[in-house]
C-alpha cells in the first residue's frame, strides 16, 4: 500500500505551482488553506492525504472522482499544428505529485535507461555521450524519429495493464484517475471533449505513465531489430547502428508502433550521417520521407561535424548574451526609477 499522510501533502503544497482547473482554484488558493490557517489546515491537509490514500489503494467508481478528473483545456500552437494542454485541478495535481514523490522510485528502476523520460539521474547527459561516441564510427547513423501527437494516442487500455504488470504500487491509482473518460473543457466552448485515450498533459504522474506504457514497444524493437542502440525519451526514439539495421528498425517500427499507439511522423524525423555515407543514406531510405542530414540536435544537444558543433554552442552563446543585454537594460531602468526624487 502507498502510505500518503498529512506532511507529504505539506511538503508537495509548499511547491505547487500552476494556474486554476475548472473550479478556478489555483495554486496560491490552496497554499494558502492548506498551510496558513494552523489546525484548520492541518486537519484539511490530513483530509487530502485520506482520499489519496483511497485512490492509491482501492478501486473507486468513476462517478465518485470524474468532477476531480476533469481538465481545463488549452491549445498550444505548436507552428504548424496544436498541442492539447490539460490543465488539472490543483487538488488533482496535489495528490499526484504526492502520489509520485513517494512510488516514482519504482517507476525510473523499471524504465533504467530504456526510457529516460522516467527521471534516471544524468540520463540524457549520458545519452549524448553515448550518441556522440557510437557517431565517431564512420559507419554508424542516428536515425532520430518523433511521434504524432504521442501522448495523446498512446492506448490507453494497454497502458493500464502495462502498470498493473510493471509499476504494480501505482496501478490503482492510475487505474482509477484513467478508468474512464476525463473531461477536457475548453473555454467559449459549449461542448464538452473527452480524452479518451492516452494520458493528459499536465498530470503530474502522466511522464511516468507514458514511460511505462512505452516500455514493451521497446522491448519488442529490442527483440527484432538486430544489433540497434536504442536511446528514447518520451515520444522521441533514436536508434544507432550502420545504415541496413537502422532501415530495419524503421521498418519494425512502422509495422508495430501502431498497435501501441505510437504513430512515427517521417517529417519530423532525421537521419544523421557522415558525409561519405549521404548518398548510401538517401538511396536506402529514399521511399521513408526522412531527412538524410550530416548534423542534427539531439537531446538539447548536437550530433554532427565540428563546424555544425561549433555554429550550435554560438547561437546559444549569442542567445545567452542578448538575454544578459536585456536584463542589464532593465535594471538601469529600474535602478533610475528608484533613485528619483
Given at each position: 500500500d502507498v502510505d500518503?499522510?498529512?506532511a507529504h501533502v505539506g511538503n508537495v503544497a509548499h511547491r505547487i505551482q500552476g494556474s486554476a482547473g475548472p473550479t478556478g482554484c489555483d495554486s496560491s488558493h490552496w497554499q494558502d488553506?492548506?498551510?496558513r490557517f494552523g489546525s484548520h489546515s492541518a486537519r484539511l491537509r490530513d483530509a487530502v492525504?485520506?482520499?489519496?490514500?483511497?485512490?492509491?489503494?482501492?478501486?473507486v467508481e468513476w462517478d465518485s472522482v470524474q468532477a476531480l478528473l476533469a481538465n481545463r483545456?488549452?491549445?498550444l500552437d505548436k507552428c504548424p499544428g496544436i498541442r492539447p494542454i490539460g490543465v488539472g485541478e490543483t487538488l488533482r495535481r496535489i495528490m499526484g505529485k504526492t502520489v509520485c514523490i513517494l512510488i516514482r522510485d519504482d517507476?525510473?528502476?523499471?524504465?533504467?535507461?530504456?526510457?529516460?523520460?522516467?527521471?534516471?539521474?544524468?540520463?540524457?547527459?549520458?545519452?549524448?555521450?553515448?550518441?556522440?561516441?557510437?557517431?565517431?564510427?564512420?559507419?554508424?547513423?542516428i536515425l532520430v524519429m518523433d511521434a504524432k501527437n504521442a501522448f495523446n494516442s498512446i492506448n490507453r487500455l494497454s497502458l493500464l495493464l502495462n502498470v498493473r504488470v510493471l509499476w504494480p504500487r501505482a496501478s490503482r491509482y492510475i487505474f482509477n484517475t484513467y478508468r474512464g473518460w476525463s473531461s477536457l473543457i475548453l473555454k467559449g466552448c459549449d461542448e464538452t471533449i473527452y480524452s479518451r485515450e492516452g494520458v493528459i498533459q499536465g498530470d503530474p504522474l502522466s511522464m511516468f505513465v507514458y514511460a511505462i506504457g512505452t516500455l514493451p514497444l521497446i522491448q519488442k524493437l529490442t527483440n527484432t531489430s538486430g544489433p540497434t542502440q536504442q536511446l528514447w525519451y518520451a515520444d522521441n526514439s533514436s536508434a544507432l547502428g550502420n545504415l541496413s539495421v537502422l532501415r530495419s528498425w524503421l521498418d519494425k517500427l512502422f509495422e508495430i508502433g501502431p498497435l501501441f499507439g505510437y504513430f512515427p511522423e517521417p517529417k519530423k524525423s532525421s537521419l544523421i550521417v557522415h558525409e561519405h555515407l549521404t548518398d548510401q543514406a538517401k538511396h536506402i531510405f529514399q521511399d521513408s520521407n526522412i531527412a538524410v542530414v550530416t548534423s542534427c540536435p539531439f537531446l538539447g544537444g548536437i550530433i554532427g561535424d565540428s563546424s555544425s558543433q561549433e555554429r550550435f554552442v554560438s547561437m546559444k552563446a549569442e542567445k545567452w548574451e542578448?538575454?544578459?543585454?536585456?536584463?542589464?537594460?532593465?535594471?538601469?531602468?529600474?535602478h533610475r526609477k528608484l533613485t528619483l526624487p
Amino acid at each position: 500500500d502507498v502510505d500518503v499522510t498529512g506532511a507529504h501533502v505539506g511538503n508537495v503544497a509548499h511547491r505547487i505551482q500552476g494556474s486554476a482547473g475548472p473550479t478556478g482554484c489555483d495554486s496560491s488558493h490552496w497554499q494558502d488553506i492548506l498551510l496558513r490557517f494552523g489546525s484548520h489546515s492541518a486537519r484539511l491537509r490530513d483530509a487530502v492525504a485520506g482520499l489519496t490514500r483511497h485512490l492509491a489503494n482501492s478501486f473507486v467508481e468513476w462517478d465518485s472522482v470524474q468532477a476531480l478528473l476533469a481538465n481545463r483545456q488549452i491549445a498550444l500552437d505548436k507552428c504548424p499544428g496544436i498541442r492539447p494542454i490539460g490543465v488539472g485541478e490543483t487538488l488533482r495535481r496535489i495528490m499526484g505529485k504526492t502520489v509520485c514523490i513517494l512510488i516514482r522510485d519504482d517507476a525510473e528502476s523499471v524504465c533504467g535507461v530504456s526510457q529516460l523520460c522516467a527521471g534516471l539521474q544524468s540520463g540524457i547527459e549520458g545519452a549524448i555521450h553515448t550518441a556522440r561516441d557510437m557517431f565517431s564510427d564512420d559507419d554508424t547513423g542516428i536515425l532520430v524519429m518523433d511521434a504524432k501527437n504521442a501522448f495523446n494516442s498512446i492506448n490507453r487500455l494497454s497502458l493500464l495493464l502495462n502498470v498493473r504488470v510493471l509499476w504494480p504500487r501505482a496501478s490503482r491509482y492510475i487505474f482509477n484517475t484513467y478508468r474512464g473518460w476525463s473531461s477536457l473543457i475548453l473555454k467559449g466552448c459549449d461542448e464538452t471533449i473527452y480524452s479518451r485515450e492516452g494520458v493528459i498533459q499536465g498530470d503530474p504522474l502522466s511522464m511516468f505513465v507514458y514511460a511505462i506504457g512505452t516500455l514493451p514497444l521497446i522491448q519488442k524493437l529490442t527483440n527484432t531489430s538486430g544489433p540497434t542502440q536504442q536511446l528514447w525519451y518520451a515520444d522521441n526514439s533514436s536508434a544507432l547502428g550502420n545504415l541496413s539495421v537502422l532501415r530495419s528498425w524503421l521498418d519494425k517500427l512502422f509495422e508495430i508502433g501502431p498497435l501501441f499507439g505510437y504513430f512515427p511522423e517521417p517529417k519530423k524525423s532525421s537521419l544523421i550521417v557522415h558525409e561519405h555515407l549521404t548518398d548510401q543514406a538517401k538511396h536506402i531510405f529514399q521511399d521513408s520521407n526522412i531527412a538524410v542530414v550530416t548534423s542534427c540536435p539531439f537531446l538539447g544537444g548536437i550530433i554532427g561535424d565540428s563546424s555544425s558543433q561549433e555554429r550550435f554552442v554560438s547561437m546559444k552563446a549569442e542567445k545567452w548574451e542578448s538575454y544578459v543585454r536585456m536584463l542589464t537594460l532593465v535594471a538601469g531602468i529600474i535602478h533610475r526609477k528608484l533613485t528619483l526624487p
